[in-house]
Structures are given as C-alpha cells and as structure tokens.
C-alpha cells in the first residue's frame, strides 16, 4: 500500500504531466476548451478542438529514471491503463459531455497523450496517439 507522502507524489506528476501535456496541445494547433470534466461515471482531462474537431484527451503520466531504462525496462505501457473499464467510463462521459453541451452533430474523436518524466535529466516526453475508437 502506498504511503500518503506517496499518493502524493504521485498525483503532482500527474497534475505536471497534464500540464506538459497541454502545453504540447497548444504548441501544435489545439486550443483548450476544458480541464478535467467530471460526472459520477468518470473524467475527461483535457477537452479541446482544432480544425473543427472537439478532441477528447486522457493524459497518462509516468516517471522513468532514464531514456535506457524507458527502452529496455520491463515497464507497462501507460495506455495499458485505459483498460475496459477505463474504457466505458470514458464513453459515458464524452456522451454526457456531448449531449450536455448540444454538440451531438460536431465531429470529434478521442486521444492519449502519454508523458513520460525522466528523473535523471529532469525532461518530459509527449507521446501522442491519435483517434482511438472506444
């Protein structure tokens, strides 16, 4: 079980990752038109749109000593945690999202934004995976 000093840690590299993660958004064309919406079923990190597209983002953080231990290490994935469940939750929330804003006819699609956090040169990495179906 983690430690409360832990948890967080945990959860400032997660509130950094998001915020390097948006920052990457900005740089290539996107503009933010919320963070972190929340309903009971779930939460969408970062809702953007560009080009006529709203893009729903979930952003997964994770620290790595070094860009060798990256490659060669036997670390999971970070998508690997938008299991099933994940998933669904994730659906129903963009529904919600969708019906509650009245967008039901605005053309929009999901990503992942991996970020890695390379502790020995204090860097971050933006991986971005485009147009996922759920």
Known sequence: MKSI???QKYLRLGKK???VAQKYL???GYITIETNYRKKCGEIDIISH???IITF???KTVSRKNIVEHCFGSYYRPEDNVHIQKQKRLRKTIQL???EKGI???EWQFDLINVYYFSE???FRVEHIRNIVL
Do not use: D, L, N, Q
């Open 50 to 52: 560009r080009e006529g």
């Open 104 to 106: 039901m006819h605005t």
């Open 5 to 7: 000093e832990e948890k």
């Open 26 to 28: 900005h740089s290539v």
């Open 97 to 99: 999202y969708i019906s």
């Open 57 to 59: 983002f979930e952003v």
């Open 121 to 123: 040169r204090r860097v």
């Open 17 to 19: 990752g998001e915020e």
